[in-house]
T-cell receptor, first 116, second 114 residues
């Protein structure tokens, strides 16, 4: 069964450093998403991406964040200058986009980001 | 704004016990409702969903009914197994306007003992 994959599974970085989290969505999916979960808190939406541009973003997704689909398979989340409060589990998801209200989003296993 | 509230965990049950995890929501319009499950070391997996009032989603012995009058979507299973130990997330997705981001509850950790 096709699945969303994410690398690395765990990333440790120093505050102020740039990190890139990588995702490979399911191949025939058109919508891509990033969510995050700070330890002990809710899973929160960051951004959705369609047709090579951001379709929606949350208040969390400020200028420090960017997303890109550099080729036909990868979808990346970049954090330009990490802060301690960016430490979280980051989930990538994808969906077909056929009917957004009922469409199933398929999630990857997550990347745990630790900022020291 | 839209939000989801689910019961705090952790929940510890013996095998074959009855499970209920409560979930209530606040939303404008007519949201779709979802339960996702996260097994240890894995990503979020869709467990079941319901897209309109009175719909019942079901999968792997789990059920949840979309109750618009009580704005609830409680998850139930008649007889849990050790393999059901996981974190369960209730989520909603608004219809119209939004491009479809999910709004999650905090998650409820379930531990099933043999």
């Amino acid at each position: 069964e096709p699945e969303v994959t994410q690398t690395p599974s765990h990333q440790v970085t120093q505050m102020g450093q740039e990190v890139i989290l990588r995702c490979v969505p399911i191949s025939n999916h058109l919508y891509f998403y990033w969510y995050r979960q700070i330890l002990g808190q809710k899973v929160e939406f960051l951004v959705s991406f369609y047709n090579n541009e951001i379709s929606e973003k949350s208040e969390i997704f400020d200028d420090q964040f960017s997303v890109e689909r550099p080729d036909g398979s990868n979808f990346t989340l970049k954090i330009r200058s990490t802060k301690l409060e960016d430490s979280a589990m980051y989930f990538c998801a994808s969906s077909t986009g056929t009917l957004l209200s009922t469409d199933t989003q398929y999630f990857g296993p997550g990347t745990r980001l630790t900022v020291l | 704004g839209n939000s989801v509230t689910q019961m705090e965990g952790p929940v510890t049950l013996s095998e074959e016990a009855f499970l209920t995890i409560n979930c209530t929501y606040t939303a404008t319009g007519y949201p779709s409702l979802f339960w996702y499950v996260q097994y240890p070391g894995e990503g979020l997996q869709l467990l079941l969903k319901a897209t309109k009032a009175d719909d019942k989603g079901s999968n792997k012995g789990f059920e949840a009914t979309y109750r618009k009058e009580t704005t609830s979507f409680h998850l139930e299973k008649g007889s849990v197994q050790v393999s059901d130990s996981a974190v369960y997330f209730c989520a909603l997705r608004s219809y119209g306007g939004s491009q479809g981001n999910l709004i999650f509850g905090k998650g409820t950790k379930l531990s099933v003992k043999p």
